[in-house]
């Protein structure tokens, strides 16, 4: 056999590397895939709809759903419609409802959407927006907030002289009820409230009234509460526009113009500012989506 | 010599990175959906006319179909929610199907060829409606099968047609007495009819009438025998009216022929003139730059009027 002298050698390992290097490249290339790194907690990822009243576009969207199949429902309180949109953002119907303005919007694991219209809960199949029925509200008593609840219901706020904590199964049916349950340890019944559940079942209320939120466990004793202030250097920017909790517990809190992250303690971890959310929600895959007046904008959540 | 060896070496390495960016580029292709057209085979028989690409200035494309019948007399444009282009095509008594690109995707002869044709309208489902001889036919848009026929309780009258934002149309039907504006739901069966509602609110019956409906689930009327758009709620319920008889701006002249309005809160109104562009609260806010007859917009805000020969897309900017 014959000998490769050393130098000889260098030079076809170094071609070869540089080979192998080109391989590489052009497969890069042609394949188009830049180096993509794994989305950065509270990256932007994608958005939903521009400004506008035509199919697929917003002007005042302030509620925001998404259920276990990945479609994302973005509610219009001034256009009074509910628009449904695939995973992949295209838009595959939209809903009038004349019976008022929309406040919130939630999805139970079976695909039924609630729909929180003028202090009405009403409950929709939206594939067909056939309307399911509504859930029962005794006396004067009104709904305030709705939110994926567990063991795949929902959760709901309701008015009912003070304010009651429903959690509701997926047949529509109040299965438990927490009377005054924020009442009872702030003296200041709910207003304009948001209720979010993490995976434990803990529940937790934000209170726009108050500008804090209140923990309760999942038997609802009521734990802790924490004050909210989304820009510290303006008190009167401690509004409460959302709420969401991820897999990592997570509880993210949309304020006047920006989203905020707190541990399940209440202790601060993260600013977004000029984000101007009005509502939130997280997937099951730790994706946040944002409602945004003129669009719904989709996050990175989960892992810091 | 040492020289000719880099220099070969150098043009196998170069050749080699072409060959794997042409190798590991087909695969995308192939992941893509486009192996068809990376690898269809080529025919050695008659020479094909090669499809004329469709033709783009300022920001527009012009959709002319190619390699078949060329459009000679085209009045009527719709655009589906998939981005498809509709262009009616009453001379040839058939629908063309233009991809968003411009190209041509299918054709399809409208099995009920009656005219005068009036009407292209696809609802969000992808429906075409056609209103042809006061008559309005309902037509799968991907195959043109004929799925149906809208029928008013009165009888025969439907003249115009167009999508509303949910899903179904809005139509105009009149008769010798009055003019109706006419709600046809996804299915299409009729939801609402509301009787009388342009001649009620005009005082006697205007005929035809070209209609629209925004987001806001505004209904727009435009009628010619008073050069005037009239506005109504979703309801029926009359609101108000703009424009009126003249050559000044904001006036209008002859038949309207085309009626759309956009994502934006515009409303288009084609006539003599030319296309006139209103706010919703019927202001006058310029004249387009657009030419033809039937008008249509896309969910991008993108303005496609019927020129005859071609269809015109404008882009959201303009005009």
Known sequence: MRRIPGETWRKRRTLGAVVLALVVCARGLASGEASRSPATFGQELSRIGKKGIGPSQMVEAQAVAVDSQGFVYAGDRELGRVQRFNSAGKLESLHYFDEGRITSLACDRAGVLYVLIERRLLRYDPKTWTLLGEVEHPGDSEFLAVAPGPDGGVIA?????????????????????FHDAVYAVSDYSLHEPFVAVDRGGFIYVGDEGTHRIYKFDPQGRFISRFGFSADPADPSRENIHGLAIDSQGHLWVAGWSSVN??????????????????????????????????????YAAGKR | MLNLRRVSLLSVLILGF??????????????????????????????????????EDSGRVHFKPAGTKPMEKVTLVAVGPEGFVYAGDPGAGRVLRFKPSGELASQFPLQETRSPWTGLAVDRGGTVYV????????????TGKLLGEVRHPDGPGFFHVAPRPDSGVIASWRNPRRDDLVLVD????????????????????????LVAMDGRRTLYAAVSKLH???VFEFTGKYVNRFGSDGAEPGQFSGPFTGLTVDGQQRIFVSD??????????????????????????????????????????????EP
């Not at chain 2, 609402?192 to 001649?199: E, G, K, L, P, Y």
Request: charged share 25%.
């Open chain 2, 272 to 317: 003599a003139k030319g296309v006139s562009i209103f706010s919703d609260a019927g202001r006058y806010l310029r004249q387009s730059e657009a030419h033809g007859t039937g008008l249509a917009v896309s969910d991008d805000d993108e303005l496609f009027a019927a020129n005859g020969t071609e269809i015109v897309k404008y882009s959201a900017g």
């Open chain 1, 157 to 177: 706020l309701r008015d009912n002289s003070h304010d009651d904590i429903l959690l509701i199964d997926r047949n529509g049916k109040i299965t438990r009820t």
């Open chain 2, 186 to 209: 996804g299915e299409g069966a009729i939801e609402t009819i509301h009787r009388n509602a342009v001649s009620g609110a005009t005082g006697e019956p205007m005929g035809d009438v």
């Open chain 2, 131 to 142: 209103a042809a001889g006061d008559r309005l036919f309902r037509y799968e848009g991907g």
């Open chain 1, 261 to 298: 992250v707190f541990s399940s303690d209440g202790r601060f971890l993260e600013h977004f500012g000029d984000r101007r959310a009005h509502d939130l929600v997280i997937d099951d895959q730790d994706a946040l989506y944002a409602a945004e007046w003129t669009q719904v904008t989709k």
């Open chain 2, 18 to 55: 072409i060959a794997c960016c042409a190798h590991f580029g087909a695969g995308q292709l192939a992941a893509s959906g486009f192996q068809e057209a990376a690898l269809a085979p080529l025919k050695a028989s008659k020479p094909e006319v090669m499809p004329e690409p469709p033709r």
């Open chain 2, 228 to 230: 005037a758009v009239c």
